[in-house]
């Protein structure tokens, strides 16, 4: 099957009623044959949360932006967290300056190699400029090579920073290799 357009797609934010349709795009990411190294959530844990979790989730979460296609088809999802420097994150380190954190990444397969992936990612980066971050930031497993090769396309460069929630490393910091100027606040 050849990949589906990204002209076929209307990227916009999610809206907090629409939880329950985050909440299926989510469980189809967690069935995705990579979503053991490409997230940290397991299709078994999402799907026993209560309605209540992914309402919250939807509302006040990382800002969710979807690629939505002309059928109403929910095709491709990424998410960007604004992380306030000086805060801790995930893994316990402290952010050195604010930023925005890529994440939930996830493109359905008819669309894999169209350049859906790299408007999802330009439409969440210019929302994290526009909330004043100072570089936006992604987590990738080192063994993920076709997300490792869509980051790299969209412009994002390995930072040598390496993370870990076993006992080898097995994430990749990447940001983008041109930082964007600090808008006014």
Not at 89 to 102: I, N, P
Request: glycine share 8%; net charge negative.
């Amino acid at each position: 099957m050849s990949a589906m357009s990204v002209d076929d797609c209307v990227i916009r934010p999610v809206r907090a009623e629409e939880w329950a349709a985050s909440r299926e795009l989510r469980l189809t990411a967690l069935r995705d044959p990579v979503a053991r190294i490409a997230y940290m959530d397991t299709y078994e844990e999402a799907v026993a949360r209560p309605d209540s979790y992914w309402k919250e989730r939807t509302a006040n979460g990382a800002r969710q932006f979807i690629a939505e296609t002309a059928d109403g088809s929910w095709v491709a999802n990424a998410a960007v967290l604004i992380e306030e420097a000086g805060t801790t994150d995930w893994t316990g380190s402290v952010v050195a300056r604010r930023q925005g954190h890529l994440l939930a990444v996830y493109v359905a397969p008819g669309y894999r190699g169209s350049g859906l992936a790299k408007a999802l990612f330009e439409t969440a980066l210019e929302w994290a400029w526009e909330h004043g971050a100072e570089r936006v930031r992604l987590l990738v497993h080192a063994d993920n090579a076709r997300a490792l090769g869509s980051y790299r396309k969209a412009g994002f460069a390995e930072t040598g920073v390496t993370m870990s929630l076993g006992d080898e490393p097995d994430d990749l910091e990447l940001e983008l290799a041109v930082e964007r100027p600090v808008p006014d606040r």
